[in-house]
């Protein structure tokens, strides 16, 4: 006999997202179920953003032992230990996993229900031995990684972009389909912890990158000596010896074989919609997700979608952005509707990308006539320091200085974005950057700068010059 569960708030899906909504909605006393039949904290906890990370900092260290000659100190190859680099992933997902789970919920007023969740109408979910009716329902189920459709891939023991984590032996030629930014950032960690690494992907590379900054990373990529295959397609795949595979690939007209040791699948999500019985909710949904306005409501009224299950990009920002979003309807009656041009978009390679707003190309199609600043890294004093010289901070300026976009390749991109982020998210213009004082000597000095460039044209005009040289006979 199932228990009749009527909470305030059902939310379905315990990742970012959905952490987000059932955490903030408890605090201020809304009773909340949330159903999870996975591990808490999702995907960006225990398979994606932070296992990422964990690898990421294990490969630049090993880097940095080989390019220490230039500060004076003699370099090293340094012996990989595979099993213990896994251990170092394990060992920080245990540690930040605690903040998700289920446990401190349920102390902080959330009832978890551990199983999976099914619509049997547009009023019920059921999970396990409940029934929940609630009065609103939000859906953060995620996403899982998608595998194309290539013949004899059944007969392969893959690995994907959440299960590479698991490695506990060194690779010895690694094959990643697919070169986006995931693809990228595990192939660079991947041949810098002492793997041959090969990269194949059948459009561009870095394609939904600003293609001026994404030409930092790929130089980087392939001095590296990792392979990469643009414009590449994958048509068959067979076993080879014992564990290895044997790739065929077409580059336009011309066949071409890969053999590795070793598949990874980065080839893009899928919403993990399979189960959730959506049609009997009257819930919209497509092959990129649940359909959602802009303000983040399906086609059951009743019903809000957030993060990757509504096709709304794969970060763990993003989805806590829209689950801090959901939460102005559903407790406050207040309007809440998405910006997605305020949300930063990060590729973790070295150097890294770090991107808010328009690039350069989605300006002019959307018919801006944009003024592009540019500074180079190679003009901060911070990176030459460093040994990072290679990378740019560009911004998108519109009509009346109003920041566009801005983007930046180089060593810690992400943290120098932030600055632009808040630009963006309040409205402010160049001259509002320009007029702030960064820190000397830091990375985020260069974006400073960049906008400093239009207050410096506009300051060696005629006019102001002859303002200066007329003032100047006063004494």
């Known amino acids: 006999m199932s228990t009749l569960l009527t909470p305030d708030i059902c939310v379905i899906g315990g990742g970012t997202g959905g952490l987000t909504v059932a955490l903030a909605a408890a605090m201020l006393g809304t009773p909340v179920v949330l159903v999870e039949k996975g591990a808490m904290g999702g995907r960006h906890l225990n398979r994606g953003s932070l296992p990422s990370q964990s690898l990421i900092a294990a490969a630049r260290l090993a880097h940095g032992m080989r390019s220490a000659p230039p500060f004076g100190i003699a370099p090293g190859e340094p012996e990989v230990d595979f099993a213990a680099v896994a251990r170092h992933i394990r060992e920080v997902t245990a540690a930040v996993a605690p903040n998700s789970s289920a446990e401190r919920l349920s102390v902080l007023g959330v009832q978890v229900i551990r199983a999976a969740a099914r619509f049997t109408d547009k009023h019920t979910v059921v999970a396990g031995d409940h029934q929940i009716r609630a009065r609103r329902f939000v859906v953060a189920t995620g996403s899982s990684p998608l595998v194309p459709a290539i013949p004899g891939l059944e007969t392969i023991d893959y690995l994907t972009s959440e299960t590479v984590f698991s490695l506990a032996r060194k690779p010895g030629h690694l094959a990643i389909l697919g070169g986006g930014r995931t693809g990228c950032e595990l192939a660079q960690a991947y041949r810098r912890l002492g793997c041959d690494v090969t990269v194949v992907e059948p459009e561009r ?3 939904h990158e600003d293609q001026e900054l994404a030409g930092f990373a790929l130089r980087a990529l392939r001095a590296e000596g990792i ?13 080879r010896g014992r564990n290895g ?3 065929s ?10 053999d590795a040791t070793h598949l990874v ?9 399979e189960g959730l019985g959506l049609e009997s909710a009257r819930i919209r949904h497509d092959g990129t997700g649940i359909q959602v306005g802009a303000k983040l409501r399906t086609s059951n009224r009743k ?3 957030v993060g990757d299950v509504a096709g709304q990009g794969g970060s763990a920002h993003l989805a806590a952005y829209q689950g801090g979003l959901v939460l102005r309807p559903l407790l406050f009656r207040l309007p809440g509707r998405t910006r997605p041009r305020i949300v930063p978009r990060m590729t973790f390679t070295d150097p890294e990308i770090a991107h808010v707003g328009l690039t350069e190309a989605e300006a002019r199609s959307a018919g801006e006539r944009p003024t592009i600043l540019r500074w180079p890294h190679s003009e901060n004093d911070r990176a030459q320091a460093e040994r990072t010289t290679a990378g740019l901070t560009k911004l998108v300026i519109g009509r009346r200085g109003r920041i566009l976009g801005a983007g930046i390749a180089g060593r810690s991109a992400g943290e120098a974005i932030h600055v632009f982020a808040l630009a963006a998210a309040r409205g402010l213009r160049v001259a509002d950057v320009a007029g702030y004082v960064a820190p000397y000597p830091t990375f985020a000095d260069a974006g400073n700068r960049a ?9 060696a005009r005629p006019a102001v010059r002859g303002l200066v040289r007329l003032l100047r006979r006063f004494g």
């Not at 690939?249 to 890969?258: D, S, V, Y």
């Open 205 to 207: 590379l870095l394609a």
């Open 227 to 239: 392979d990469l295959r643009e414009g590449t397609r994958v048509v068959g795949a067979t076993r």
């Open 245 to 247: 595979v044997r790739l």
């Open 249 to 258: 690939l077409m580059r336009g007209e011309t066949a071409e074989t890969l």
């Open 265 to 273: 699948i980065a080839a893009g999500r899928k919403p993990n919609i």
């Open 303 to 305: 019903v809000y979608a």
């Open 451 to 459: 906008a400093g460039l239009l207050l410096a044209a506009s300051i």
